[in-house]
């Protein structure tokens, strides 16, 4: 499946702060670091935390959150012409997100974050920004032959959202991802308690306690959208 649409979640009780669009250019089929650059864009405390770094030890040309935080600086200037990004995208070729390639956007959102964490030398910083984006998951799997129950607890940094046809709007498709799913054949997982692997039920939901500021400022959430590919004509409703 194909990811086909990029959008930001912002949640905040404390107001959002606005922005403005600014274009990019298409070059070698950058669509989709276009759209990440927005999304990323869209998410102003990325920019702010960015700032605090002290780059100044950094090799320009091949260091990807330097380039990050060059562009989207650019990005938020009031001038008419679309930014001028190409030193990003050579940086990401340099570290092999090559141009010319029609990448996956939820690969190169994961990459970028990654290059964040290699490549930064404040692991204070480095570890905010991955925060901003860092969903906590609490998963309950119950073993259908004995009700034996075991919980773990994992993170997510996006979410991958399947388009329905009868169930296309943002909460819809959210809800879809976290409801109950029964798992059977192949898909079975191992039960502890009858020692085999079992069909089961599995439930997964964010847990709210363990996001790091959900409910207080700002979290982004990067929504992956993939389409059915028997649903070519299938568009989200992101009314609500």
């Known amino acids: ?22 274009g990019l250019f298409n070059y070698y089929l950058s669509c989709c670091a276009n759209t990440l650059l927005q999304t990323l864009n869209a998410t102003w405390e990325l920019a702010d935390i960015l700032e605090k770094w002290k780059s100044a030890g950094v090799r320009a040309e091949d260091n990807v959150p330097f380039q990050l935080k060059r562009i989207l600086k650019m990005m938020q200037e009031d001038l008419p012409h679309p930014a001028p990004h190409m030193d990003f995208l050579r940086c990401l ?7 010319s390639v029609q990448h996956d956007a939820d690969e190169v959102f994961l990459s970028i974050l990654d290059f964040i964490q290699r490549q930064m030398d404040d692991r204070t910083l480095a570890l905010e920004i991955q ?7 609490e998963t309950q799997v119950q073993c ?6 075991q919980t773990r607890d994992s993170h997510l940094l996006s979410l991958p959202l399947h388009i329905k046809d009868d169930r ?17 054949g192949i898909d079975c997982c191992f039960c502890a308690q009858c020692e085999a692997k079992t069909p089961t039920k599995q ?3 964010e847990d709210v306690q363990k996001t790091e500021g959900h409910h207080y400022r700002g979290t982004a959430y990067m929504l992956m959208y993939r389409k059915d590919p028997k649903e070519d004509n299938q568009q989200p409703d992101l009314s609500g």
């Open 131 to 137: 925060n901003l984006y860092k969903i906590s998951v």
């Open 168 to 184: 296309n709007s943002l909460k819809d498709c959210m809800i879809s991802f976290f409801e109950q799913q029964e798992l059977r």
């Open 203 to 205: 439930s997964s939901w």
């Open 144 to 149: 259908l032959e004995c009700n034996n129950v």
């Open 93 to 99: 070729d340099r570290n092999r997100i090559r141009l």
């Open 1 to 22: 499946m194909s990811v086909f649409w990029i959008s930001c979640l912002r949640l905040s009780l404390l107001g959002r702060r606005e922005f403005e669009m600014r």
